[in-house]
């Protein structure tokens, strides 16, 4: 299947893996509906909100390898 890094796009990873969408709200990420969001990589997400990518990577990995 496919693999996120910290530089993969939060848009792709929500088109790729709809189901992610709970692992950005879970850590403040509630901005998804918003277009700016979406364009925004994981690491620069993570930055703002106070968030470790790498964790998040890591989560994200294993839903969509499930």
Known sequence: MKEV???TIIGDVL???????????EIGMHCLGCPAS???TI???CA??????DE???K???LINK
């Open 43 to 45: 690491e620069q997400a």
């Open 56 to 58: 998040l990577v890591e």
């Open 60 to 62: 994200v990995n294993k």
């Open 48 to 53: 703002v909100h106070g968030n470790d990518p």
């Open 5 to 7: 890094t910290k530089n």
């Open 38 to 40: 979406r364009g925004e």
């Open 15 to 25: 088109d790729i893996c709809p189901d992610a969408a709970p692992l950005f709200l």
